[in-house]
């Protein structure tokens, strides 16, 4: 009896230590990913508070001696040419981002509800058609999609960015949304049609507030995917007006020189709506991402 009851705890002891060791492994494995993803950022931001010869320095200087926010008056100032150009520059991106933004929730919250909710023929050929654009890299429609747009109008407008995001945004944004209203029970819109309410009724006043964090995922996926665009803003939009962000901070780039404080504070600005933009509704997010993952 005494030498099981001895055991006993030693292997307790061991199943412990093990658990222990696996939390530790994931703890350094989290710190490993903050710094291989946060380190790009802080030498951003050191290298746009640096002079144009203090982030030419070889080897680099890690803190410049006399830190300055000339780069970022110089964007900001909009009495000097390259501050109206990064100003328009944003403000383009903001419109392109904001009503792709908008129109990929329209589409995509009465999509995924149909999906959900509808029986239909051809219902899961149909959905997992709309999945199948993601199989190819967004380089193969690049020249089809110019001729499209060409032979709309629509080369060197916003609206053949927007219709283009909307393309490539929208099947994962129904697929996102459709996960999560299978997990909203299907009794709550019964009993809203029981005691007189119409389908549409029971969709706004029951469905809609509950599926709230997945529209707001939906929203966050397709902005982010519309601000950070390159190769299709490159390809359809060649006046300067019309230009975004991403294809617009290259005119820090020139032929015998690049001023990398100023690329370097251009590329910091355009990053920061998107990191306040996620840590103020990354809950909403993650929460959309569990709950339309796990089937109850």
Same mark, same amino acid.
Request: charged letters at 10%; a positive charge; aromatic letters at 16%.
């Given at each position: ?122 219902? *899961?050929?149909?959905? !997992?058609?709309? =999945?199948?654009?993601?199989? #190819? ?5 690049? &020249?089809? %999609? $110019? ?108 032929? *015998?020189?690049?001023? !990398?404080?100023? =690329?370097?504070?251009?590329? #910091? ?5 998107? &990191?306040? %933009? $996620? ?18």
């Amino acid at each position: 009896m005494s030498t099981i009851a001895e055991t006993a705890p030693r292997g307790q002891t061991r199943r412990r230590m093990r658990v222990d060791g696996w939390r530790w492994a994931g703890r350094i494995f989290l710190v490993f990913m903050l710094l291989y993803t946060a380190l790009p950022m802080i030498w951003m931001l050191i290298t746009s508070i640096k002079s144009g010869f203090a982030a030419m320095q070889f080897p680099p200087q890690w803190w410049p001696d006399q830190p300055t926010l000339a780069s970022y008056q110089k964007l900001l100032d909009p009495q000097n040419s390259v501050g109206q150009d990064f100003l328009r520059f944003f403000w383009n991106s903001l419109f392109v981002s904001t009503v792709t933004t908008i129109l990929s929730v329209i589409v995509a919250v009465p999509a995924a509800y149909a999906f959900s909710r509808f029986s239909f023929p051809g219902r *899961n050929f149909l959905f !997992f058609a709309v =999945l199948l654009r993601n199989m #190819f890299p967004a380089v193969i429609f690049l &020249v089809p %999609l $110019f001729i499209l747009m060409r032979v709309l109008g629509l080369v060197n407008t916003h609206g053949s960015l927007i219709l283009t995001y909307l393309t490539f945004g929208l099947p994962l944004a129904i697929w996102l949304l459709k996960g999560f209203y299978d997990n909203i029970p299907v009794q709550l819109e019964q009993a809203a049609r029981i005691d007189g309410a119409t389908r549409f009724q029971a969709f706004i006043m029951i469905v809609m507030p509950l599926s709230t964090p997945g529209i707001i995922a939906t929203a966050i996926y397709s902005f982010i995917g519309a601000w950070n665009e390159y190769i299709y803003a490159y390809t359809f939009l060649s006046k300067n007006d019309q230009l975004t962000l991403p294809v617009g901070i290259q005119r820090f780039f020139s032929e *015998n020189t690049t001023d !990398f404080p100023g =690329l370097m504070a251009a590329s #910091f600005m355009m990053s920061v709506p998107v &990191v306040v %933009l $996620f840590l103020v509704l990354q809950r909403y997010f993650v929460r959309a991402l569990t709950e339309g993952a796990v089937k109850h």
